[in-house]
């Protein structure tokens, strides 16, 4: 024990304490020298990662769409956009059914997913 009632475990605490709150105010000193925009990119880059969490964590095996005929939903989709930019009609695709083409009007894929289920 010292003379002046501190032991030497006492010192090196606080000498660790000293140390620790010095590197927290140079990190947080760095952390405030960034610019907004990053702030404000890793916001968004966060806020789309909890909406979008269940999928983000299964992008390589989910696609979007009716079970069993995903990418006829992310043809349809892309078919919506296209007729409505070539001004067409987005319930009729001349590219199904071809030469006569096909209404799109009612598309049966959810009837067939609810006969599979019963």
Partial sequence: MSSGGLDEASLDGARRDKGIKKSARAIL???RAFPPEVW???FYLA???????PLIIHLRTSVYGYPGD???A???NWWVKNAGAMGG???FSPMIGYPFGSSLGFPLEPLVYLESRF
């Fill in 40 to 42: 404000i990119f890793f």
């Fill in 74 to 76: 992310i043809w349809m």
């Fill in 89 to 91: 009609s987005a319930t």
């Fill in 29 to 31: 000193s760095r952390l």
């Fill in 70 to 72: 995903n990418l006829g």
């Fill in 47 to 53: 806020f789309t990662l909890f909406l979008t969490w």
